[in-house]
């Protein structure tokens, strides 16, 4: 009896959820992702509104609370090209091996005692874990969220993502139309479950 008792309050614990609203991102308008690429003999950018995954956050109480996990389906990143939507793809994101990028996690590093308020815009510090090409990183971003409602997330964020740091080749007859480093916009709305 006194093992099923403590099997039971450890499986309670690894699988309680974290207290909070659970916010769910749906692939498409308005979510969209953003990549540019400045280089020097050419800038353009690469864009998707293929987003999607799931935030918990207790709005209350931010800093301890917060589960995230973004997928962005890479294949969808469109150029404005087809030629360098396929070569991007294929020769360099490799989508058929890699076809996502992902953030998980998220630590709320600041500000301290922070909490979100139906129609304040509030600027987060945050850390996760970002995977792409194979290569999962530690990512440090400031997001801005704004709770529209009990039912409503927006968020906003940019980084740097350095196609070295993912092990993903820049081509060499490219060399100078494609940056070494990309700037990432991702723009989203989360509505509760």
Same mark, same amino acid.
């Given at each position: 009896?006194?093992?099923?008792?403590?099997?039971?309050?450890?499986?309670?614990?690894?699988?309680?959820?974290?207290?909070?609203?659970?916010?769910?991102?749906?692939?498409?308008?308005?979510?969209?992702?953003?990549?540019?690429?400045?280089?020097?003999?050419?800038?353009?950018?690469?864009?998707?509104?293929?987003?999607?995954?799931?935030? !918990?956050?207790?709005?209350? +109480?931010? /800093?301890? %609370?917060?589960?995230?996990?973004?997928?962005?389906?890479?294949?969808?990143? $469109?150029?404005?090209?087809?030629?360098?939507?396929?070569?991007?793809?294929?020769?360099?994101?490799?989508?058929?091996?890699y076809p996502k990028a992902v953030f998980t996690g998220a630590t709320v590093l600041g500000p301290e005692g922070a909490a979100l308020a139906a129609g304040k815009t509030v600027a987060f510090d945050c850390e996760g874990d970002f995977a792409l090409h194979g290569v999962t990183r530690r990512l440090?971003?400031? !997001?801005?969220?704004?709770? +529209?409602? /009990?039912? %409503?997330?927006?968020?906003?964020?940019?980084?740097?993502?350095?196609?070295? $740091?993912?092990?993903?080749?820049?081509?060499?007859?490219?060399?100078?139309?494609?940056?070494?480093?990309?700037?990432?916009?991702?723009?989203?709305?989360?509505?509760?479950?």
């Amino acid at each position: 009896m006194k093992r099923v008792t403590w099997i039971s309050l450890i499986a309670g614990l690894i699988w309680t959820p974290v207290h909070g609203a659970e916010f769910v991102v749906k692939a498409g308008p308005p979510n969209r992702v953003v990549f540019i690429s400045k280089a020097t003999t050419e800038t353009f950018e690469g864009k998707t509104d293929r987003i999607d995954g799931r935030i !918990v956050v207790n709005p209350a +109480s931010v /800093e301890d %609370t917060v589960v995230v996990r973004l997928e962005v389906d890479l294949a969808s990143l $469109d150029t404005g090209i087809g030629k360098r939507n396929s070569d991007m793809r294929k020769n360099h994101l490799e989508t058929n091996k890699y076809p996502k990028a992902v953030f998980t996690g998220a630590t709320v590093l600041g500000p301290e005692g922070a909490a979100l308020a139906a129609g304040k815009t509030v600027a987060f510090d945050c850390e996760g874990d970002f995977a792409l090409h194979g290569v999962t990183r530690r990512l440090r971003v400031t !997001v801005e969220a704004t709770l +529209s409602d /009990e039912h %409503t997330l927006a968020f906003k964020t940019s980084f740097k993502v350095p196609l070295a $740091d993912y092990n993903i080749s820049r081509p060499k007859f490219l060399f100078l139309k494609l940056g070494e480093v990309q700037d990432v916009v991702v723009e989203g709305v989360a509505r509760s479950k």
